[in-house]
């Protein structure tokens, strides 16, 4: 119970993947969870799944685009849980997104959609819930990046680029906040097999361990940087990449 009376907002919690892995292993580890999706209806069945498991859960309904949506949803979860300490971002993607293409063939629109939903949310978030961790005296930000924001994203340019951002933000929030008692970290995941990223045969052939991984083990990773056993370390960010970014061209 490593969370145990921690109070959690998990943005994109309702999601089959990694969303889902990271809000069971909040809840399994104590915490109070406030799940926000972008289909309330995913964010009810997860809410639902922890309080059948004995955790305290609230459903939050949150177009991460709306910037609005994002205040109102952030404000909600420090009233229905009596405060905050943790702010998890999961939502993300590209290639789910927008057609994979080298860099000049992108248009402005798919960079501005990728942008939004990898970055540029996560920045507003952070902005919105920083006053309330000022006040307390306390508070952490774990974001789930990607390994294209460590190594060249091929026709992925936006995508690599914002997760990159995502490392530069926790490290100024590292520099401007660690005093005031303040962390920001940053999941590095590699290819992590989920329901819309499902492992294709062949694709494990540059991955050291051989496998992909599992959402859970993400999951692992953001529960340990959001628990005091993390209490030193911020604006760092843990690979769970089965290797990849480890392995050189001649590995």
């Known amino acids: 119970m490593r969370l145990e009376g921690r109070r959690v907002l998990v943005i994109g919690g309702g999601g089959g993947g990694i969303g889902r892995a990271v809000t069971r292993a909040f809840g399994a580890e104590g915490a109070a969870v406030a799940v926000a999706d972008r289909d309330p209806e995913r964010a009810d069945e997860a809410a639902d799944e922890l309080r059948a498991a004995g955790a305290t859960a609230v459903a939050l309904a949150v177009d991460v685009r709306d910037g609005g949506e994002l205040a ?110 303040i962390r920001m970290n940053v999941v590095v995941a590699g290819a992590i097999a989920t329901p819309v990223n499902p492992a294709p045969d062949g694709w494990v052939d540059p991955i050291p361990v051989g496998r992909y991984g599992r959402s859970d083990e993400v999951a692992d990773a953001a529960v340990y940087l959001a628990s005091d056993a993390a209490s030193y370390v911020t604006g760092q960010r843990l690979v769970i990449d089965g290797g990849v970014s480890a392995r050189g061209p001649f590995g």
């Open 72 to 181: 109102a949803a952030i404000a909600a979860a420090v009233r229905d849980l009596g405060g905050l300490d943790t702010l998890v971002t999961v939502v993300g993607g590209q290639l789910e997104l927008v057609p994979a293409v080298k860099l000049h063939e992108m248009l402005d629109e798919d960079w501005d959609l990728v942008y939004e939903l990898n970055l540029r949310y996560v920045a507003r978030a952070v902005r919105l819930v920083l006053p309330v961790f000022l006040e307390q005296g306390h508070g952490s930000v774990v974001s789930v990046g990607s390994v294209t924001g460590i190594m060249a994203a091929p026709h992925q340019a936006a995508y690599g680029a914002a997760k990159a951002g995502l490392l530069s933000l926790a490290r100024t929030v590292a520099a401007e906040y660690s005093a005031d008692g």
